[in-house]
């Protein structure tokens, strides 16, 4: 069977090495017309894989698709752009701005061969970062050469016709694909080796890979794309690159460090339910406790993403709905990982799951360690090193057997977090790496500038946000309402100081305590954000608000005047306005401060509020709460005067400065 868009030689389509007399004219055949030069022009030379051995349906597909096998690309020809059409993008979509397509048509000639390859890879490379691949037989078997791992298609009985399974295998690990008429049915994680460890978390990795590929109720087969199934595949197969049988299996160097983090958190949860003060909880909400208040919540393999997570911060914390598992309350995490150390002079992995004495709490404490510590003092430990064996020639020049693998631990914020330049400091200092320089202020990483406002970082900076704020005044009273009242809030921020600030995406680590060592800074700054979010960004699903003194519309004296002379004649606030103003200055360094103003009773309130380390909430000073005669519940089933500290505990409770003042309100004026 003849490829498609094949066809003869023609007079009207020879190039003009088929006419040495004629004038240099460019090539006007498709990139498929010329089977004879089609070798010349492969990138990759030829490879050793199963699909030398045994047929795949993939197999005449994977080059065309890819372009391993084809001539020189004209990027003018209709041919050509039917070709991209079938992978259902256009030639505009391929972000080619940056590389010379003009420069692939074959001139005459021309013979940098080596060029015309790296012209070549480009595209190819440009083809695979649009991330549009369809979950297929072809799809999957590109993406396990793409990634340089090997793939068998084997027969199966039992599930119907054109049933298959695809083997992707690395030197470690494996996965199994079962597909039939390009419709995902089953997929299983293996390891090479049977390690109790490993083994226990197969199933819950296996899950994920099979929900990434498997179609959704209604969807249909054309929609499903790979994108989700190749970032995991990735993780899986940059751990298993990385590794180096039998001394060094990245996969069990990871889950090493889960053993001794999970055996702190359930040191922690344990600790929690023996406090007085938690009283009768249930195991969930101990956990979430560990996870926002001690040394966080390790989970392998989960949020749909393969590989371990170290979860310190969690959105909705103190509400008793929220578990450790919920996925639509935002998480904050350290995502472990290993990495190439690329020259990085760093201490290198240690495969070992005793990072941590079996008692948990140190009991011999020295006399630094009892001055210091405010708290149990963990008995880490220190693992021996994981050595590589030297090879014949290396052993003869260096005089060593072994050498150090070189593979760090790298530690991902997801997502990254956004700190103060100092802060950052800290971390990396903890990390024993170099911080990286930066001149971006806090603030406009936090809120970045628009192209088309000027900004000097030297100057006050003022962002306006009108938000909604749904209220549920019954529900304070113990009755019932169903549907919120909408309040709406136009909050300006007004910073005074700006302070550099950097994002934090990834650093290296040694050792697991780094990591605990880092959370309650990372803490101190997922809640700020969490706050700012909140109450001057728009949020998905939440209707904003339109400022009925919206700035754009423009107003004369005469209607200024009237609106000053209104206000103080005392005119009603239907008349005056709907729209609270709520005043928000922030500081950022030392520790991170927001001055809250906005109209309360026949003055104007003023509430400091310092957001401290592990993500507590301190009011330094107000003008409010003096006078606040409420009473709470004070656990032994009496009452007692309501303090500052119970305001505080509130707003970590909503999480909204809005919602945080309306309560105000409501329950003050």
Same mark, same amino acid.
């Given at each position: 069977?003849?490829?498609?868009?094949?066809?003869?030689?023609?007079?009207?389509?020879?190039?003009?090495?088929?006419?040495?007399?004629?004038?240099?004219?460019?090539?006007?055949?498709?990139?498929?017309?010329? @089977?004879?030069?089609?070798?010349?022009?492969?990138? $990759?030379?030829?490879?050793? #894989?199963?699909?030398?051995?045994?047929?795949?349906?993939?197999?005449?597909?994977?080059?065309?698709?890819?372009?391993?096998?084809?001539?020189?690309?004209?990027?003018?020809?209709?041919?050509?752009?039917?070709?991209?059409?079938?992978?259902?993008?256009?030639?505009?979509?391929?972000?080619?701005?940056?590389?010379?397509? !003009?420069?692939?048509?074959?001139?005459?000639?021309?013979?940098?061969?080596?060029?015309?390859?790296?012209?070549?890879?480009?595209?190819?490379?440009?083809?695979?970062?649009?991330?549009?691949?369809?979950?297929?037989?072809?799809?999957?078997?590109?993406?396990?050469?793409?990634?340089?791992?090997?793939?068998?298609?084997?027969?199966?009985?039992?599930?119907?016709?054109?049933?298959?399974?695809?083997?992707?295998?690395?030197?470690?690990?494996?996965?199994?694909?079962?597909?039939?008429?390009?419709?995902?049915?089953?997929?299983?994680?293996?390891?090479?080796?049977?390690? @109790?460890?490993?083994?226990?978390?197969?199933?819950?990795?296996?899950?994920?890979? &099979?929900?990434?590929? #498997?179609?959704?109720?209604?969807?249909?087969?054309?929609?499903?794309?790979?994108?989700?199934?190749? /970032?995991?595949?990735?993780?899986?197969?940059?751990?298993?690159?990385?590794?180096?049988?039998?001394?060094?299996?990245?996969?069990?160097?990871?889950?090493?460090?889960?053993?001794?983090?999970?055996?702190?958190?359930?040191?922690?949860?344990?600790?929690?339910?023996?406090?007085?003060?938690?009283?009768?909880?249930?195991?969930?909400?101990?956990?979430?406790?560990?996870?926002?208040?001690? $040394?966080?919540?390790?989970?392998?393999?989960?949020?749909?993403?393969?590989?371990?997570?170290?979860?310190?911060?969690?959105?909705?914390?103190?509400?008793?709905?929220? %578990?450790?598992?919920?996925?639509?309350?935002? %998480?904050? /995490?350290?995502? +472990?990982?290993?990495?190439?150390?690329?020259?990085?002079?760093?201490?290198?992995?240690?495969?070992?799951?005793?990072?941590?004495?079996?008692?948990?709490?140190?009991?011999?404490?020295?006399?630094?360690?009892?001055?210091? #510590?405010?708290?149990?003092?963990?008995?880490?430990?220190?693992?021996?090193?994981?050595?590589? @064996?030297?090879?014949?020639?290396?052993?003869?020049?260096?005089?060593?057997?072994?050498?150090?693998?070189?593979?760090?631990?790298?530690?991902?914020?997801?997502?990254?977090?956004?700190?103060?330049?100092?802060?950052?400091?800290?971390?990396?200092?903890?990390?024993?790496?170099?911080?990286?320089?930066?001149?971006?202020?806090?603030?406009?990483?936090?809120? @970045?500038?628009?192209?088309?406002?000027?900004?000097?970082?030297?100057?006050? *900076?003022?962002?306006?946000?009108?938000?909604?704020?749904?209220?549920?005044?019954?529900? &304070?009273? !113990?009755?019932?309402?169903?549907?919120?009242?909408?309040?709406?809030?136009?909050?300006?921020?007004?910073?005074?100081?700006?302070?550099?600030?950097?994002?934090?995406?990834?650093?290296?680590?040694?050792?697991?305590?780094?990591?605990?060592?880092?959370?309650? &800074?990372?803490?101190?700054?997922?809640?700020?954000?969490?706050?700012?979010?909140?109450?001057?960004?728009?949020?998905?699903?939440?209707?904003?608000?339109?400022?009925?003194?919206?700035?754009?519309?423009?107003?004369?004296?005469?209607?200024?005047?009237?609106?000053?002379?209104? *206000?103080?004649?005392?005119?009603?606030?239907?008349?005056?306005?709907?729209?609270?103003?709520?005043?928000?200055?922030?500081?950022?360094?030392?520790?991170?401060?927001?001055?809250?103003?906005?109209?309360?009773?026949?003055?104007? /309130?003023?509430?400091?509020?310092?957001?401290?380390?592990?993500?507590?909430?301190?009011?330094?000073?107000?003008?409010?709460?003096?006078?606040?005669?409420? %009473?709470?519940?004070? !656990?032994?089933?009496?009452?007692?005067?309501?303090?500052?500290?119970?305001?505080?505990?509130?707003?970590?409770?909503?999480?909204?400065?809005?919602?945080? +003042?309306?309560?105000?309100?409501?329950?003050?004026?």
């Amino acid at each position: 069977m003849s490829t498609p868009m094949r066809h003869g030689p023609s007079q009207q389509g020879r190039t003009p090495s088929q006419h040495p007399a004629a004038a240099p004219t460019p090539q006007a055949s498709t990139p498929f017309s010329n @089977p004879q030069t089609a070798p010349a022009f492969s990138p $990759h030379g030829p490879k050793s #894989s199963p699909q030398q051995f045994k047929k795949s349906p993939a197999a005449g597909t994977t080059a065309t698709m890819m372009g391993v096998n084809a001539a020189a690309a004209n990027f003018d020809s209709p041919s050509a752009a039917a070709a991209y059409n079938t992978l259902g993008m256009s030639i505009n979509d391929l972000n080619l701005d940056n590389i010379s397509v !003009g420069g692939l048509v074959a001139a005459a000639g021309r013979t940098d061969e080596e060029d015309r390859k790296k012209r070549i890879e480009a595209v190819i490379a440009a083809l695979w970062a649009q991330n549009s691949s369809r979950v297929s037989n072809q799809g999957l078997e590109r993406l396990a050469i793409h990634l340089d791992l090997e793939c068998l298609w084997e027969s199966s009985t039992g599930v119907g016709d054109n049933a298959k399974t695809l083997v992707i295998a690395g030197q470690t690990v494996a996965v199994e694909v079962g597909i039939t008429n390009h419709i995902v049915h089953q997929a299983a994680l293996t390891y090479s080796d049977s390690i @109790p460890s490993l083994d226990k978390h197969v199933d819950k990795a296996s899950a994920i890979l &099979l929900k990434d590929l #498997s179609l959704a109720p209604g969807q249909s087969p054309l929609t499903k794309r790979l994108t989700h199934f190749r /970032a995991n595949l990735e993780r899986i197969t940059t751990l298993d690159k990385l590794s180096v049988s039998p001394d060094l299996n990245c996969h069990l160097a990871i889950v090493g460090i889960w053993e001794s983090l999970e055996k702190l958190h359930r040191w922690d949860v344990q600790k929690l339910r023996e406090e007085q003060t938690i009283g009768n909880i249930s195991e969930e909400r101990l956990r979430v406790l560990a996870l926002c208040l001690r $040394h966080g919540c390790p989970l392998m393999h989960t949020r749909g993403r393969i590989g371990l997570s170290l979860d310190y911060w969690k959105e909705r914390r103190k509400l008793t709905s929220t %578990t450790v598992d919920t996925e639509d309350a935002k %998480t904050w /995490a350290i995502l +472990i990982e290993c990495a190439a150390a690329s020259g990085m002079v760093y201490r290198p992995v240690r495969v070992s799951d005793k990072w941590i004495g079996p008692d948990i709490e140190k009991s011999r404490l020295t006399d630094e360690e009892m001055i210091t #510590s405010t708290g149990p003092v963990l008995d880490w430990l220190e693992p021996g090193n994981t050595d590589l @064996p030297h090879s014949e020639e290396a052993r003869a020049q260096t005089g060593l057997d072994t050498k150090p693998p070189d593979v760090v631990f790298m530690a991902t914020f997801d997502p990254p977090v956004i700190v103060s330049h100092a802060v950052a400091m800290e971390i990396y200092k903890i990390s024993a790496t170099n911080a990286p320089l930066s001149n971006i202020t806090f603030d406009a990483l936090m809120f @970045p500038i628009t192209s088309a406002s000027s900004y000097d970082p030297s100057e006050p *900076r003022e962002i306006t946000f009108t938000q909604t704020v749904p209220t549920f005044i019954n529900n &304070l009273h !113990g009755q019932p309402q169903a549907e919120p009242v909408i309040k709406a809030h136009q909050n300006t921020l007004f910073i005074y100081k700006p302070v550099y600030g950097q994002i934090l995406n990834h650093v290296p680590f040694s050792h697991p305590k780094d990591l605990i060592a880092m959370l309650p &800074l990372l803490r101190q700054y997922a809640f700020l954000s969490l706050l700012l979010s909140n109450s001057l960004k728009p949020k998905e699903g939440k209707p904003t608000a339109k400022d009925e003194d919206d700035n754009s519309v423009s107003k004369t004296s005469r209607d200024e005047f009237a609106e000053f002379m209104s *206000r103080s004649a005392g005119g009603s606030k239907e008349n005056v306005s709907k729209v609270l103003k709520v005043d928000i200055t922030l500081t950022a360094h030392p520790v991170p401060r927001l001055l809250l103003v906005f109209p309360f009773k026949s003055h104007t /309130a003023n509430i400091m509020l310092e957001i401290q380390v592990g993500g507590k909430v301190h009011i330094v000073s107000d003008n409010i709460f003096a006078d606040d005669q409420g %009473t709470v519940a004070n !656990g032994a089933g009496g009452t007692r005067r309501r303090t500052t500290e119970d305001w505080a505990n509130a707003l970590e409770t909503t999480e909204d400065i809005g919602a945080w +003042i309306e309560i105000i309100k409501h329950k003050l004026e």
